[in-house]
């Protein structure tokens, strides 16, 4: 069930592709410079945003929005949307002061053309992903900057 606020993906797939996509997990975010990791392509790098139905464990099915990055035919990214807002919530209600450290924090930024994702993994670490779409206002040949995260 969607948070409120939230909007729902269409049931549609939207797909964009990729100039570049970066990304870096770490294990403590006081880690620095955070060692990235990008991908660059013109023709096969996509980030898609898609609805699919999932069965949950009392067999009840569930709509679920995730976001996925493919380098063809890898899965370089998946994310559950759903689950990520529903884990920061969770985190946000039980937690008596919220700039605690033992928090976990979901950013997302949106600077078009660039998506930046961070959140926490289940193993403890901190994920930070990034991609630049391509658009009309990005020449193909254009320098890619580094990704835009953080203080």
């Given amino acids: 069930m969607p948070s409120q606020g939230s909007q729902q993906l269409s049931s549609s797939p939207l797909c964009l ?6 990304y870096a997990t770490v294990s403590n975010e006081s880690i620095a410079p955070i060692p990235w990791i990008h991908l660059s392509s013109k023709n ?10 999932v069965q949950l464990e009392d067999g009840r099915v569930e709509e679920r929005q ?4 493919l380098r063809d035919p890898e899965v370089m990214e998946e994310l559950d949307l759903n689950a990520l807002s529903a ?27 660039i998506i930046a994702i961070k959140y926490p993994m289940p193993n ?9 779409a391509f658009s009309a206002h ?13 203080k």
């Avoid at 096969?44 to 139905?53: K, R």
């Avoid at 995730?66 to 990055?69: P, S, W």
């Avoid at 403890?124 to 630049?132: C, R, T």
Wanted: charged share 15%; no cysteine.
């Fill in 17 to 22: 592709s990729l100039l570049k996509f970066s």
């Fill in 44 to 53: 096969s790098l996509f980030a898609v945003f898609e609805t699919s139905p």
């Fill in 138 to 150: 990005t020449a193909p040949d254009s320098p890619i900057p580094d990704p835009l995260y953080y």
């Fill in 66 to 69: 995730r976001f996925k990055v």
């Fill in 87 to 113: 884990g920061a919530h969770r985190a946000m209600a039980q937690a008596p002061n919220i700039m605690s450290p033992q928090i976990p924090d979901v950013t997302v930024i949106v600077k078009v053309p």
């Fill in 124 to 132: 403890g670490q901190v994920m930070d992903a990034e991609s630049k």
